[in-house]
């Protein structure tokens, strides 16, 4: 509701597709409103603030954007390797912060931010993360953590886009899997022992005939679940994410979205979503308004920095395991008590 | 968002079960906050205020409460009997309003708002028919329209609730089989012709052991479509809604929710939601926020006082078949080009 | 296997699609093999066995085969009015006999039949109602003999054909919707009370202009059980047959066949079936092979000549319900002792 | 049909349970009976003839019963170990034979068939991978080979059954995957290159806790398609067969059996067969019909001694990689013309 003077107020850093989406987000959920922006083209920026009516604030600077009394906390949508700048300043001035993958883009990135949180004392760091609010995958997590299904030995997933234009080297890995870096650590509740990736044969129906499509990622857990996970970014039919998890009594698995059934044509079809903001728009309210909710109450519940430096270190290892074709170890070091 | 001089002030009036989720749902929702409301038990709604922590005046009176300044709209959850009062009372301050199905209890009080809104020249009231805003509906009408199988022939649906204790009489047609004779109107785009009630074998399993269940409401619509709608309010298994459309060149139907697939105990399973709530939550949302930006744009496009007056010359008709055993028509006059 | 002297010596009379297809039938199944055959077009019968490689007598006269000491069972096939008169003459022989549906084209031509079989004091005659030997229709009613759903209260079903060219008149329902009127009494293990006929908008796409397409047979049995049957003769889709039944604590219904499940262009698909035989060939083989066994053991335990009467009263019931456009009565003697 | 003079008289070695089923098998299909038997428990075996009341003679030896006048065509279904002796008999006295997996339990074994046959210049022998003639495998394998995906780029199955009781060692791969080493070439027209085997974290309901379950067995092809096979042989839920294949435009799977669709206890549900002869009963029916029709015209088309031998390579290559954690070489020399 408008007039609550509880109502938080969040600086934007970053007004590309995704910083526009957001501030809109923010301004319709409840108990924040955007006050702040700052964008590298702010000349762009206050033309389309104008055009769809909202007032806020045009920064020059993100850090005094951050230190900005206009501010309560901080959302980064800005290019990935201007993040840790971003989040550094943010916990320096005691606010909460929402960033977009990467939190950083070196695992050295991360631990800095660890380790100024922890200085800080307080959780204030939350990444951007929005699998883990879709409430499919919740309703999976639930499934897993009644052991409907006993405790799991292994995990197969999809990560299917139907083209990737502009993908190059590594993206699937660090653009596209990442998701899946994060979502499976915290469905199974455990962290990952080793990486390895397999290069099958390539697609030949794509944008970007030098990239590598798909790709398997093969991890193991501590205990030992085995995961595969299929990115394929040129495939064509839709916008497909899939994740089935064998149990020790049963099988668990995401459903496909409810779609219109049709027979017709000699075919019974359900349509498949093209865009993967058919699939985890809502998913990005929740992610928000849990955000807000928990800013507000004073206490996070998302993804953590540490959160988003283990998928820093899964990531790496990935790239280092397509590289090597063997089977590489993810070393983490223990899990500080500040992030229990 | 909050400190837009543009906000929607709404008054709601009845602050029962529904009456508090829609106070909740308009302040959260974005454009729009309630300001006032009124109960018949007023004290009990002033506690529920303060402990909800939501300031709003609480009027002594209906009428008051919707002439008073402090109030751009209003929203009627109240008592089915008195919603024809609070809504001429709104047409007359010429305000928008919400009210709750049914827009009134007999075709004549239908027929009296109809005419005050007519003769006041402009569309203020939209009923609260929320299955229009139900994504999969919204789907399934965008396949229709798309012709993707062609004309449609005939039409099954089922509306299955696990129990419906305290439902008495006639409850199944005027409280249950309302939303089809709403939504299927809106799906088909047409009128109905005529009514057949057919009463099938009683269940044994259900805590009101006078009351028929299910029904079987057999409607024409104007170009011949046939019409069967099972209602079954003790079907025990869960809250189960189903469409099917037969066209000339194929069927479509609404899509069982998406939930967890479950592979155990040598079966295939998916979760069938129990709560109402769990299937239609997200259309009341949808359904709010259309009508607070409509309001707000000064252009309703929700189910109107016309579709409200249709729905209840078709629920008096089927009423008159289930005891008359017989085939009964359904007359309307011309829809008045005002509702065009 | 084929020495075996116990080996059963069938007669086919009726040498059509479906008299060749039981032919082939009979001499790949176990236990019988086709000595003599019979058809008002012998000529083209003598060729086609030789093309087919297939050693059988061919007779002049449908009466001489089944009196023949060839033959030890018959099999009817030929046009339907013809069927009668077959029957009668296996019956007067002391042979087991399989007609293919309809018993006899007039109820008073069953009751001759029944008379008849009773006279002679053993069950000698089978109905060719392939769809109770199904794979998906015998174990829906296995589950509702469990009474995994409950009571029956309720049942719907369909028969889309993609087209039928040459359907004329009441066909639909005499040739169509004849199955339904078998297998559901089948499945409810009780008779029918009520039948009425409801004509929906006609489809525009068809051969036959003049023919009504869909028809809705609306039936209730004895203890009230109310069932909907869609007949879409030309529904262009594909061959279609469903039958979902709401019992008081649940639902059952046929599953779609189970086809290659397809992801592509922006679409789950099956294929659904188009030609009925790829639906029933199966059952076709079981009701045979169960037929051979039977007579071999001196017990059938197929449908009965009562069951082609109940049926046979079922279908002038319809027919008279499309016209009279009211709800009439079913009305049949007891069952005799007989047939229990 | 019986009398046909052309009926193949077949012999069968090794009389347990498959064998016994094979054996009625064979005399309810068409063109063929059985005429002639040898166990190493022969008394046991006469009993069971005459309990089922079938004639056939009993050898006192394998070898004898092959090169009998009785015997056309020859069944083996003894003890793995045997298989090599007798096929290589019936090569000698120029018969067909059909082998249950394996061909041989070594390579060398299965290399002196294929020399054996290429010398006798003719193809006599059919090795008994039945899935190959599944309805749903052969519908998948009409898919791929329309390319209705594109080119297969990756391929995803599972092997689960409900329990093994008495496995150990490897015959979770010797037993249980070389069904899938068959299909999966036969599927994808074209052998594998590599095989590697991940062991999950092991289930602790079973009753063998010395044996490792689930195994993964991820093998390429040389075009590169990855294949990744998850066998597990205590799943506890059921007999489950699955086949997911990815190609350039889209994904064609294996569906699940259809069973009743049953909504009940808040539950969606469908049977999940527990009993794999409820999976692939008329699979046997279908590899047994074609190869006595094979026989019978001169002419087998079924799986070859040739592949006999590649899946013993694979299945070699997959014990390797289990125990070597690495990722092994699957070599085969130029494929014969002969086998072409």
New interface residues.
């Given amino acids: 509701?408008?007039?609550?003077i509880t109502?938080l107020k969040v600086g934007v850093i970053g007004v590309g597709a995704i910083g526009k989406e957001h501030i809109k987000r923010v301004?319709?959920?409840?108990g924040a409103?955007v006050t702040a922006v700052f964008d590298v083209n702010n000349d762009q920026v206050r033309s389309w603030l104008t055009q769809e009516n909202?007032?806020a604030e045009v920064f020059d600077n993100g850090v005094d954007l951050i230190n900005s009394d206009m501010v309560d906390a901080i959302v980064v949508a800005s290019w990935g390797p201007t993040h840790e700048e971003f989040v550094l300043a943010a916990i320096e001035a005691g606010k909460y912060v929402m960033c977009e993958k990467p939190l950083a883009v070196t695992e050295e990135g991360c631990r800095r931010i660890i380790d100024a949180e922890m200085a800080c004392g307080k959780r204030l760091v939350q990444v951007g993360f929005m699998r883990r609010y879709d409430k499919?995958y919740r309703?999976?997590k639930s499934?897993l953590d009644q052991k409907?299904?006993?405790?799991?030995?292994?995990l197969?997933a999809?990560h299917h886009a139907?083209e990737a234009p502009g993908f190059s080297g590594d993206m699937a890995i660090t653009d596209s899997f990442v998701h899946e870096a994060d979502v499976l650590r915290w469905l199974l509740d455990e962290d990952y022992a080793t990486a390895q990736v397999?290069?099958?044969?390539?697609?030949?129906?794509s944008s970007e005939p030098e990239l590598q499509d798909?790709h398997?990622m093969?991890l193991?857990?501590k205990?030992?679940?085995?995961i595969?996970v299929?990115s394929?970014v040129f495939?064509?039919?839709?916008y497909?994410i899939q994740c089935q998890i064998?149990g020790?009594?049963?099988?668990?698995?995401?459903?496909?979205?409810?779609?219109?059934?049709?027979?017709?044509?000699?075919?019974?079809?359900?349509?498949?979503?093209?865009d993967w903001k058919d699939r985890f728009f809502d998913a990005f309210d929740v992610e928000f308004q849990e955000w807000i909710d928990g800013a507000r109450a004073g206490q996070l519940t998302g993804p953590t920095s540490w959160d988003g430096y283990c998928v820093s270190v899964t990531i790496d290892a990935c790239v280092k395991a397509k590289y090597s074709g063997g089977i590489e170890k993810i070393e983490l070091p223990e899990k500080p008590e500040f992030y229990n």
Same sequence: chains 1, 2, 3, 4.
């Fill in positions: 509701m408008s007039l609550n109502d301004n319709y959920l409840t409103h909202i007032e499919s309703q999976l499934v409907i299904i006993g405790e799991p030995l292994t197969n999809w139907p397999i290069l099958p044969r390539k697609t030949q129906i798909p398997i093969i193991s857990t205990s030992g679940v085995h595969s299929q394929f495939c064509q039919y839709g497909d064998t020790e009594k049963g099988v668990a698995a995401l459903p496909d979205p409810a779609t219109t059934v049709i027979r017709t044509n000699a075919s019974l079809q359900q349509e498949i979503f093209v």
